[in-house]
């Protein structure tokens, strides 16, 4: 399955950050004929914060390069489902067990080059923590067949307990080319609110 989210932090992480966006990728294997108890896992990143600032470049004004700051929230985690199938509409509980890998990093690339590449990242802050999930939601069988297609909808709790992480204008450029940075160390818990669609591989 493939999944947008939308990511609200909650307690002390809620001072700093608003709300993030960003995507899931998941897959489930049924542990028996019904589908009651399942195994799933999945993948995912949430960006909570952006800057961008525009500079001429060593060869002057008429060439621009981007400077770009992402805020991420990577995360991994595998663990039991348990859903019922009632028609067309399965609703299910999930917990997982994983981490969570929250990371600034920075790049550089050409204001006008649409294919996005940049020509160089740096990581300036990163912190890996252990990561619980337990959520909730509900499948929507659109077809039938071998390969099954389902609109999903459901939250998760993130808990990630306590973790380091940077947030918008937490670095600070001076005039000397050096940075300085003011990490943010609190309780770092979300909730996320996703939307998707799910497709079923046949056995064999």
Known sequence: DITVIAAQA?????????????????????????????????VGLINYGHESTRYCSAYGCRV??????????????IGPELGK?????????????GVGYFVTT?????????SGDSYATT?????????????????????????PVSLDVGTDYHHNGTATYLVE???????????????????????TFRIGVSVGIPRG
């Open 10 to 42: 909650v307690g002390d992480l809620r001072r700093s950050v608003d709300e993030g966006f960003g995507v899931e990728l998941g897959m489930r294997y049924q542990l028996d004929p019904s589908g009651l108890l399942s195994l799933r896992g999945s």
């Open 64 to 77: 621009n390069i981007d400077l770009a700051t992402d805020n991420n929230i990577l995360f991994v985690g």
């Open 85 to 97: 199938q009632f028609g067309p509409i399965r609703p299910y509980l999930r917990a997982t067990l």
């Open 123 to 147: 990581t300036n802050y990163d912190d890996l923590v252990l990561q619980l999930r337990s959520g909730a939601g509900l499948s929507l069988r659109l077809s039938n067949g071998r390969t």
């Open 106 to 114: 920075s790049r550089l690339s050409g204001s006008d080059d649409w």
């Open 169 to 191: 204008g937490d670095i600070i450029d001076r005039a000397d080319g050096s940075i300085v940075l003011n990490p943010r160390r609190s309780d770092a818990n979300l909730w």
